[in-house]
C-alpha cells in the first residue's frame, strides 16, 4: 500500500500526473502519519460498518476507512484525481468511487444503493470554503447517518461546539445543535498539510439525534427565523426581525414581554429553548392573519 503521508512520495505522484492544487477547491492533502488512522478509528470505520467519504482527494484518508469498514463510497468532484485513486487505492475491492458534487448529491439514495443493510457514518477532510454548506446538507437530507466525523478549520469547530445562547455562537451552532449534538475531537496543526494553509484545523464529531422534531411547529420557519436573526445578530429581536421578516415590531416587542425575555434581548442570547417558543409563537401569529 502506497504511503500517501510521505511527502516524496505525495510530490512523485502529483508530478507522474501532472496535478496542480486548485485553490478554487480548497485542496489540502493530509502528510500526517497519525491523522487519519484517528479519523477512521474514531469516525466509526469498523467490520459490519459503512463509510460515507466527501471528498477522496488522492486517498489518504480513503486508505485507512478501507482498511478498517466492510465498505466505503467516496464522493469526489476533482476528475483530475481519479487516476490517480486507481493507483493508491485501485486495490480495495470494498471502495467505491463516484464522481459528482456532493451538494447536488441524493444522500439517502446513495446511503440506499451502496449500504442497503449495514449502519453507515459519515467521514471527511472537508474543504474550509464550503464547510457549512456540506454539513447542511448533509443534516437537512434525513439521511440515516449514525455520525458524521469531518475535519474543519478550528474556528469553525470552536463555533460549532459553541453553547447556544453565547456571543460565540452562530446560525450553525444552532442547525447543528437541533440535528444532533458536537464534540471536538482532536486538533490538527497547519503543518499537518500540503499545501500548508494558513489556519489550525480540528477533527469534529456529529452525533446525529434529532432532539427537538416534536417541539417545533414549522422546521422552516424556525431555520429561516435562525438564519435571518442572526443576519443582524447585534440587533434586539425586534429590530432585527422586523427589518429581515416583515414582522409587525410592536407585535414583536409584546412577544418579547409575553415570553419573559429581557426587553433588548437579541437572538444570539436566546437557549434553544428559548428559541423553538419564539418560532412557534410566530407561526401562530401567522395563522391568525
Known sequence: ???????????????????????????????????????????????????????????????????????????????????????????????????GDILQQNISQILEQEFPDIPVSVCANLPYYITTPILMHLLESGANVDAITVMVQKEVA??????????????????VNYYGTVEQLFSVPRTSFMPEPNVDSAVIQIQVKRRYT?????????????????????????????????YDKEMLEQLVLDLDLPWKVRIEQLTMDQLIELSNRLCMYHSKE
Not at 503521508?5 to 480548497?26: A, E, M, N, W
Not at 461546539?161 to 452562530?170: L, M
Open 1 to 99: 500500500m502506497m504511503n500517501l503521508t510521505d511527502i516524496r512520495t505525495v510530490k512523485s505522484l502529483l508530478s507522474k500526473y501532472g496535478f496542480h492544487f486548485l485553490k478554487g477547491l480548497g485542496q489540502n492533502f493530509l502528510i500526517d502519519e497519525t491523522v487519519c488512522p484517528k479519523i477512521a478509528k474514531l469516525g466509526g470505520a469498523t467490520s459490519g460498518h459503512g463509510i460515507l467519504e466527501i471528498g477522496s482527494g488522492i486517498g489518504t484518508l480513503t486508505q485507512q476507512l478501507a482498511l478498517h469498514a466492510d465498505k466505503v463510497a467516496a464522493i469526489e468532484l476533482d476528475k483530475r484525481l481519479f487516476p490517480m485513486l486507481e493507483e493508491t487505492v485501485g486495490e480495495f475491492k470494498n471502495l467505491h468511487i463516484i464522481h
Open 158 to 175: 470552536d463555533k460549532l461546539q459553541a453553547k447556544v445562547g453565547t456571543r460565540e455562537a452562530g446560525a450553525i451552532t444552532i442547525a
Open 214 to 246: 416534536e417541539m417545533i411547529k414549522d422546521e422552516r420557519h424556525f431555520f429561516s427565523m435562525v438564519k435571518c436573526g442572526f443576519s443582524q445578530r447585534r440587533k434586539m429581536i425586534s429590530n432585527s426581525l422586523a427589518a429581515t421578516m416583515g
